[in-house]
């Protein structure tokens, strides 16, 4: 059977929906390659973020069919995705030897196009067309493909975004908010726990607005068609967004150790979720909080419903109920008509907050955005210069956090073999960072205490001498959240 090599470029969406098309292909008959030298097909799953993320996308593959036309190798080539779905057919002019373009509500039929091509039925397809139910149509995981069950999965909770910043694309490439049921989302997890996954990561482009829109139907966005419509609530008087709701649910799934999500949004962090924090011991002390700006006059034209107050309200309210809690975000400098004093107010609050870790992102016009054609474009130097002076200071606040670890004891899930010295097991605290230590196979999936004896770039070592060996020491400094 031909063999598939799939590229993925862009956000832990991407990631999930590539391993549920190998999945998918797997099932098929298809093969997985080890490199796209080797491959029969190459598909590349795209990501529209950033004009940047396309154009590498668009290298790449024009590299690819430009290697296959010297060499002569038949070589099935695809674009999936997001660029796929905003692109579309132009696509195949622009980069000559495309045979699929496939967008992001049609991944499930991969399998059905690349028959058709193989089998000459087909030249080329585009489809970029919406589909119901696509948000639970591509589900299938990988199983386990070197022979050790995956530590950590990730759980796709629903699709699209409804939000409409004034700067991002997403909208257009994912389409409006469509939610899973409670009930389907709950079979995966316990499907998942039942193959040896400890920890969930719950997928979304928004799922803090998860459930809130009504189903086709009209009915709650969170419950399945054929469930019957809830008569009493149950929540003793909290009342309860559907993302906690399902939170709860989640919850009480045996063999689940850790529930994380991604990505939130600052104004779904109600109270109701901020005390779930509190009250549920496998939601990990770890939010992301993508703030974008600290000025609100940028966080207006942005259009993203909150002020820099109230954002710093949500971190203080977040480290009242867990005060180890890590907190990391996203910020764009330079959008349009950004002051030097609009930047000076982002670096501000990130001297406040002293965010654990910061992805940060050059402003990037997108097509059909508000943004894009907002006054006030930035010069690329200023952009460039604002961006360098945000690293600095945003590195030398987490130096200074990870190093703050060193000599306390932590509890972390161990994943695997660390990426960068395969001799050595890395694992994760419950606020994300990473533990390098000296452990061995033995140790994958377990939950152990280790002593922080070093602390590097984003990046923590743990003493082999006392892993899941010693006792935590009384009167040890062992972090709240952490420990
Ligand atoms: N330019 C730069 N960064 C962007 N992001 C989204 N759209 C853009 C853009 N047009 C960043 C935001 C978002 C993250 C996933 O990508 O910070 O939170």
Known sequence: MPSVYIKTYGCQMNVRDSEAVAAQLLARGYTLAPSEEQADIVLLNTCSVRDHAEQTALNKMRALAADFRRSGREVVLGFLGCMAQSRGAELLRQVPGVDLVLGTQKLHRTADYLDELLRGRRTAVVDTAPEAGSESAIREHLPALNGSTPVTAYVSIMQGCNQHCTFCIVPQTRGPERSRSIRDIVAECRELAARGVKEVILLGQIVTSYGRRPGPDGRPGWLAPDEPWPVADGDGGRPRSPFVRLLEAVHEVDGIERIRFTAPHPKG???????????????????????????????????????????????????????????????????????????????????????????????????????????????????????????????????????????????????????????????????????????????????????????????????????????VERGAPVDEAEG
Do not use: W
């Open 269 to 471: 962090y109600g109270e109701d979720l901020i005390e779930a924090y509190g009250r549920l011991p496998k939601l990990v002390e770890s939010a992301h909080l993508p703030v974008q700006s600290g000025s609100n006059r940028i966080l207006k034209l942005m259009r993203r419903g909150y002020t820099r107050e109230r954002f710093l309200e949500i971190v203080a309210r977040l480290r009242a109920v867990k005060p180890g809690m890590g907190i990391s975000t996203d910020i764009i400098v330079g959008f349009p008509g950004e002051t030097e004093e609009d930047f000076e107010q982002t670096l501000e609050l990130c001297r406040e907050v002293e965010f654990d870790n910061v992805f940060l992102f050059k402003y990037s016009p997108r097509r059909n955005t508000p943004a894009a054609t907002m006054p006030g474009a930035l010069p690329q130097e200023v952009i460039e210069e604002r961006h360098a002076r945000a690293l600095e200071l945003i590195n030398q606040i987490a130096r200074r956090r990870y190093a703050a670890m060193v000599g306390r004891t932590v509890q972390i899930l161990v994943e695997g073999p660390s990426k960068k010295n395969p001799q050595r097991m890395m694992g994760r605290t419950r606020c994300n960072k990473i533990v390098v230590f000296e452990g061995s196979e033995r140790h994958r999936g377990q939950l152990l205490d280790v002593r922080i004896v070093r602390a590097g770039s984003y990046t923590l070592y743990g003493d082999p001498a006392i892993v899941g060996i010693a006792p």
